[in-house]
C-alpha cells in the first residue's frame, strides 16, 4: 500500500454537479449490492438529487470537501456542525456525515489521510468529539475507525427508501 500526495478544497455550489456525480458513483459501489434495488434507487434519487446537495451546500454548517491525487479527484467527505448534525446536535460534536473514495484509488491509505485531515478540522473547530453513523453490516468501516479510535456509543435507525436499518454510532474524542 503506498501513502498518496492528497489535497483538499472546500466544495461550493459551483461544484455540485461534480459532487452529484462523485456522491451518487461512491454510494452505488459501495452499497447497491446489498440493498433492495426499489428502495436503494429511490434512496439515491432523493439523498444526491441537484436540489438537495444544493441546499446542503449552502448550509454553513454543512462542509463537503473534495479530495484530490495531484489533480485527479479521488473521493470526497461531508462533515456537519451545529444544527446541520443528523442526530446527535451537541455544539462540541462534528459529524462525519460521508466520507468515500473512489473504488479506482482504494488501498492507497487515501481513507487514512482524509480522516487525520477531518480531525484536524475538528481541532481546529475547537471540538470536543467526532462522531459518525456507520452501517451494523459494514464490518470494513467498522474495523477502519476503530483502528482509528473511534468507540460506539449508541445506534440509531437509518432508512435506504423503507428498508430500516440500523447504524452504529461511534465517536472520537478529539
Not at 488501498?107 to 471540538?127: P, W
Request: charge should be negative; aromatic fraction near 14%; include cysteine.
Amino acid at each position: 500500500m503506498t501513502s498518496a500526495n492528497l489535497s483538499f478544497r472546500q466544495c461550493s455550489v459551483s461544484d455540485l454537479d461534480t459532487l452529484v456525480k462523485i456522491s451518487k458513483d461512491t454510494f452505488v459501489a459501495a452499497f447497491e449490492q446489498d440493498n433492495d434495488p426499489t428502495d436503494f434507487r429511490e434512496y439515491i434519487n432523493k439523498a444526491f438529487s441537484r436540489e438537495r446537495l444544493e441546499r446542503e451546500l449552502q448550509n454553513p454548517d454543512s462542509l463537503f470537501h473534495f479530495v484530490f491525487e495531484d489533480n485527479s479527484l479521488v473521493g470526497y467527505f461531508k462533515v456537519n456542525l451545529g444544527t446541520a448534525q443528523t442526530d446527535v446536535h451537541d455544539e462540541k460534536a462534528m459529524e462525519l456525515e460521508r466520507i468515500y473514495v473512489l473504488g479506482v484509488h482504494q488501498g492507497k491509505q487515501i481513507g487514512a489521510q482524509m480522516l487525520q485531515y477531518i480531525i484536524q478540522l475538528a481541532v481546529e473547530q475547537k471540538m470536543e468529539y467526532l462522531w459518525l453513523g456507520v452501517w451494523e453490516h459494514n464490518p470494513k468501516a467498522i474495523r477502519f475507525y476503530q483502528r482509528h479510535g473511534f468507540q460506539k456509543f449508541g445506534e440509531h435507525p437509518y432508512y435506504i427508501g423503507t428498508d430500516e436499518q440500523t447504524d452504529w454510532l461511534l465517536r472520537l474524542e478529539v
